[in-house]
């Protein structure tokens, strides 16, 4: 069964550096999402994309934050100049199509900022 | 907006006994329904999803889940569980038109004994 494929899976990096997170969806799959969990709390929703453009934001995902679809497979989250509240679980997720198609998860980056 | 709460934070239970893990969202409009379940270390793997029709839905390894519209609910139930079905299980509700981002709960982490 195909997979949401999620790199690296754990990231440590100094507070103000900008990290990259990366993701290859399912081929065919057309929603693209991020989520965190930081530690002991619960998922979060950061951002939707969908049609090489983001469709939705939450307030977390400020400024610093960005994605990108840069080649048609990959999708990438960067976080720029890191905070220590930064760290967390950073889940990539996509889905077919419209409707009731369940999100298809990866296994997380967990970033630790140090 | 849409809201999630799981009533209870941690569940034991003695294997081969029984669980029902517990879940009200609140929302102003039409949503979809999901349980998802997280081992250790992994990514979210999808339990069962509601999206319409019959209110009691049957999942993956056991799990069923009952969706109860009058009271807002989407109790997950095993009548049986196995020392393996130790894990976080969140539950999810997304609207049925739009970015189809997810709301989840705050977890119930099921601790099975033996």
């Known amino acids: 069964e195909p997979e949401v494929t999620q790199t690296p899976s754990h990231q440590v990096t100094q507070m103000g550096q900008e990290v990259i997170l990366r993701c290859v969806p399912i081929s065919n799959h057309l929603y693209f999402y991020w989520y965190r969990q930081i530690l002991g709390q619960k998922v979060e929703f950061l951002v939707s994309f969908y049609n090489n453009e983001i469709s939705e934001k939450s307030e977390i995902f400020d400024d610093q934050f960005s994605v990108e679809r840069p080649d048609g497979s990959n999708f990438t989250l960067k976080i720029r100049s890191t905070k220590l509240e930064d760290s967390a679980m950073y889940f990539c997720?996509?889905?077919?199509?419209?409707?009731?198609?369940?999100?298809?998860f990866g296994d997380g980056t967990r970033l630790s900022i140090l | 907006a849409q809201s999630v709460t799981q009533l209870d934070s941690q569940v034991p239970v003695f294997e081969e006994a029984p669980v029902e893990l517990r879940c009200n969202y609140s929302?102003?409009?039409?949503?979809?329904l999901f349980w998802y379940v997280q081992y250790p270390n992994q990514g979210l793997q999808l339990l069962l999803k509601y999206l319409s029709g019959s209110t009691l839905v049957k999942g993956i390894n056991g799990f069923e889940a009952e969706f109860n519209k009058s009271q807002t609910s989407f109790h997950l139930r095993k009548p049986s569980v196995h020392i393996s079905d130790t894990a976080e299980y969140f539950c999810?509700?997304?609207?049925?038109?739009?970015?189809?981002?997810?709301?989840f709960g705050t977890g119930t982490r099921l601790k099975v004994l033996a």
């Open positions: 999810a509700v997304s609207a049925t038109s739009g970015t189809y981002k997810y709301i």
């Open positions: 929302s102003s409009v039409s949503v979809y």
């Open positions: 997720a996509s889905r077919p199509g419209s409707g009731g198609q369940p999100q298809h």
